[in-house]
Antibody, heavy 119, light 110 residues
Framework: EVQVVESGGGLVQPGGSLRLSCAVS????????MGWVRQAPGKGLEWVAN????????YYVDSVKGRFTISRDNAKNSLYLQMNSLRAEDTAVYYC????????????WGKGTTVTVSS | QSVLTQAPSASGTPGQRVTISCSGS????????VSWYQQLPGTAPKLLIY???QRPSGVPDRFSGSKSGTSASLAISGLQSEDEADYYC???????????FGGGTKLTVL
């Protein structure tokens, strides 16, 4: 069974840091682009970042560039999102996603992990 | 403000056919395919349609997608109560060099 399971969310103060993890099983992890999508409370979906199979290409939405870093460990079947200089507007549920490129779509979603940035 | 535009709400009665629209521009829908996602209350999104009109295995054929120019549509026929959910469109944007989503349409089954 294909599964992606996020962890690492929590409450953090503005300016703080958090590292999200995503454990993958049921498919060959290093064959796929992966990404993070977030959803602020009561709001729609927003793409955050994508990473290529070998980690050689990484792309970010403008609002997180320079603050967030996406990475992966193919030996551990794991995806990560290092989030620094967190702001209140980063408060959201963060979903780990298996990404298809050419054409683009997301065919596997995790259940999400909640990040709350508040003092 | 989302890059792709969707009506915030739609409704229909059981058995009816409803259509949800998604409007974009030449840099996204106009030059790339569209995907659609269903988000039931309190759950993660689920892929409904990819490549504008393809259904993943397991998605009922009541759901269909189409694209014309810079707009796309999701049609749901034989509406059922369990279809009550939020629906999102998405497409790659060549200018932004990343995917963009619509703001979502909340479908209510009356």
């Amino acid at each position: 069974e294909v599964q992606v399971v996020e962890s690492g969310g929590g409450l953090v103060q503005p300016g703080g840091s958090l590292r999200l993890s995503c454990a993958v099983s049921g498919f060959t992890f290093n064959n796929y682009w992966m990404g993070w999508v977030r959803q602020a409370p009561g709001k729609g979906l927003e793409w955050v970042a994508n990473i290529k199979q070998d980690g050689s290409e990484k792309y970010y939405v403008d609002s997180v560039k320079g603050r967030f870093t996406i990475s992966r460990d193919n030996a551990k079947n794991s995806l990560y999102l290092q989030m620094n200089s967190l702001r209140a507007e980063d408060t959201a549920v963060y979903y780990c996603a298996r990404v298809r490129r050419g054409p683009y779509y997301i065919d596997v979603w995790g259940k999400g992990t909640t990040v709350t940035v508040s003092s | 403000q989302s890059v792709l535009t969707q009506a915030p709400s739609a409704s229909g009665t059981p058995g009816q056919r409803v259509t949800i629209s998604c409007s974009g521009s030449s840099s996204n829908i106009g030059s790339n395919s569209v995907s659609w996602y269903q988000q039931l209350p309190g759950t993660a999104p689920k892929l409904l349609i990819y490549s504008s009109n393809q259904r993943p295995s397991g998605v009922p054929d009541r759901f269909s997608g189409s694209k014309s120019g810079t707009s796309a549509s999701l049609a749901i026929s034989g509406l059922q109560s369990e279809d009550e959910a939020d629906y999102y469109c998405a497409a790659w944007d060549d200018s932004l060099r990343g995917p963009v989503f619509g703001g979502g349409t909340k479908l209510t089954v009356l």
